[in-house]
């Protein structure tokens, strides 16, 4: 059955090549130069950038034309296209890619992933996971549908910095938080970025982290999960990695990583880990 999964680039897969996973790029702009996601702009020249601006870079959305067109090769094969996008409450990506899905009514389906960066990657190779098992498209939409909300992304920041620069906190906030280093803890719920808690120093906040997991209902290590950093650096990740081992190291060997792209990237800044699975419950 020939079925393809479309995304977005903001579900930061970089490492994975296979025919039925079409990756459309997300537009980010530095002091109007705009770069394609991961085309003609890396993750690492991202933030070797982004370290030297001064004014924030830019996200573009991906236009209906650009869904259509992609969703057209998959059906002018006699294919059916899943796409799968970062979550409408968060860009106008879905949006677009249900205007350009109505052209191509049955044989075209979106899923909001009502995530972002590891968690709506988590979602797409659940997809491809599903799509292996010979699962029917509309089964498969169902599933994901379904299963999503299950889906857990739990992220620790460095830095107060780009909250700053964003307009999302208040200069005075974020001189405060410096001062006290005060690490914040964020996580995704039903499609939208929220506090969770916040700690004081890595450490305690990496202890934040491991328990936001543990009481969140346990990692299901049968669907996929996922580790993400920012910047250029994964320093504080592994040693993230290192304090909380006792949740991994009975269950897997090792940690699948992922370096987590502009989109968000813009947002938190370098030095944040992000951790994205299935709850078990």
Excluded at 78 to 93: E, N, Q, R
Excluded at 104 to 126: I, M
Excluded at 147 to 171: C, N, V
Aim: proline share 3%.
């Amino acid at each position: 059955m020939n079925i393809q999964i479309i995304t977005d680039s903001s579900s930061d897969i970089t490492n994975i090549s296979r025919e039925d996973l079409t990756i459309l790029p997300m537009k980010i702009t530095f002091d109007e130069e705009e770069y394609l996601d991961g085309i003609n702009l890396s993750h690492q020249e991202f933030y070797e950038r982004l370290v030297e601006c001064d004014a924030l870079p830019t996200t573009s959305q991906i236009p209906p034309y650009e869904f259509g067109e992609a969703i057209r090769k998959v059906t002018g094969s006699g294919g059916t296209a899943i796409i799968i996008t970062l979550s409408g409450k968060l860009s106008g990506t879905y949006q677009s890619a249900c205007i350009a899905a109505k052209e191509f009514e049955g044989h075209a389906f979106v899923v909001d992933s009502e995530n972002a960066t590891v968690g709506e990657r988590a979602l797409v190779e659940y997809a491809l996971q599903l799509k292996d098992t010979g699962m029917d498209p509309q089964t498969i939409v169902k599933k994901l549908n379904e299963d999503k909300k299950k889906i857990r992304l739990i992220a620790l920041l460095d830095t107060l910095e780009y909250l700053k620069k964003g307009g999302r906190i208040s200069k005075t906030a974020a001189l405060a938080g410096n001062v006290l280093s005060i690490k914040p803890v964020v996580g995704v719920v039903d499609g939208e970025v929220v506090m969770l808690g916040k700690a004081r120093g890595s450490k305690q906040g990496n202890n934040l982290l491991v328990q936001h997991i543990k009481t969140s209902g346990g990692i299901d290590f049968q669907k996929p999960y996922f580790l993400g950093y920012t910047g250029l650096s994964d320093t504080l990740m592994q040693k993230y990695i290192t304090d909380s081992e006792a949740l991994w190291k009975e269950h897997v060997e090792s940690l699948p990583v992922a370096t987590v792209g502009g989109t968000i990237g813009t947002h938190v800044g370098p030095g944040a880990i992000a951790v994205a699975f299935f709850a078990l419950s």
